[in-house]
């Protein structure tokens, strides 16, 4: 099903959805950077092992976090307020969710060993695959990987110049010190979220492998 993407359409879904719960969104993101700060310098502390122990502590809460916000996102294009057991619930998914990132992390590195613009084109193509896991819980990281180079097939210059448009909102984080990330973070979060439904919704029907 072919569609037109509408940047602004989506954009202005994002500020529709976060109203009345940004305050959630910042205050979510506050707590997570703060305890993955706390945790990870309480176990590097630890004799000889510590910055072992810190580095694994850091990986896992990413999976574990990746997941939720993920899911807290795609949950607010459906207009379902955000709530912390959501981000917990990416502590049962934290394996599949390191997975996948390391797949996207890995395969990203080695396309950029031929050429920045390969792993740029090969990033956007493995762009929806954190969507895809969180959208359809059976699915496998390699499986996951696998459509969303799918349904990314034929859409991957409308998500770069999607990104692009984002470029005066990153500009205004650096202007501000930071502060402007507050809500420029939740809006081009949601604003992606969105854009995986419509993404998905021009390539239906999934294509799991047996």
């Given at each position: 099903?072919d569609?037109?993407?509408d940047?602004?359409?989506?954009?202005?879904?994002?500020?529709e959805?976060?109203?009345g719960?940004?305050?959630q969104?910042?205050l979510?993101?506050?707590?997570i950077?703060?305890a993955?700060a706390?945790?990870t310098?309480?176990?590097?502390?630890?004799?000889?092992?510590?910055?072992?122990?810190?580095?694994?502590?850091s990986?896992g809460i990413?999976a574990?976090t990746t997941?939720?916000?993920?899911?807290?996102?795609?949950n607010?294009?459906d207009?379902i307020?955000?709530?912390m057991d959501v981000?917990?619930?990416?502590a049962a998914?934290?394996?599949?969710?390191?997975?996948?990132l390391?797949?996207?992390?890995v395969?990203?590195?080695?396309?950029s060993?031929l050429?920045?613009v390969?792993s740029?084109?090969?990033?956007?193509?493995y762009s929806q695959a954190t969507?895809?896991?969180?959208?359809?819980?059976?699915?496998s990281?390699?499986?996951a990987?696998?459509e969303?180079m799918r349904?990314?097939?034929?859409h991957?210059m409308?998500?770069f110049?999607?990104?692009?448009?984002f470029i005066p909102w990153?500009l205004?984080?650096s202007?501000?010190?930071?502060?402007a990330a507050?809500?420029?973070?939740p809006?081009i979060n949601?604003?992606?979220?969105?854009?995986?439904?419509?993404?998905?919704?021009c390539?239906?029907a999934?294509r799991?492998?047996?």
């Amino acid at each position: 099903m072919d569609r037109t993407l509408d940047r602004a359409a989506l954009k202005a879904a994002a500020k529709e959805q976060m109203r009345g719960n940004l305050g959630q969104l910042i205050l979510y993101t506050v707590v997570i950077g703060i305890a993955t700060a706390l945790i990870t310098r309480i176990l590097g502390l630890i004799p000889v092992i510590g910055w072992i122990l810190s580095a694994v502590a850091s990986v896992g809460i990413s999976a574990i976090t990746t997941y939720g916000l993920t899911k807290i996102y795609l949950n607010l294009t459906d207009n379902i307020p955000p709530t912390m057991d959501v981000i917990i619930s990416g502590a049962a998914e934290w394996a599949r969710t390191l997975v996948t990132l390391l797949l996207v992390g890995v395969f990203t590195w080695l396309w950029s060993l031929l050429l920045v613009v390969p792993s740029i084109i090969k990033g956007l193509s493995y762009s929806q695959a954190t969507y895809i896991l969180v959208d359809n819980p059976e699915i496998s990281a390699g499986d996951a990987l696998k459509e969303s180079m799918r349904i990314m097939d034929g859409h991957k210059m409308e998500l770069f110049v999607l990104q692009l448009s984002f470029i005066p909102w990153v500009l205004l984080i650096s202007v501000t010190l930071g502060i402007a990330a507050l809500y420029v973070g939740p809006y081009i979060n949601t604003t992606y979220a969105n854009y995986y439904r419509y993404v998905r919704d021009c390539s239906p029907a999934i294509r799991v492998a047996d």
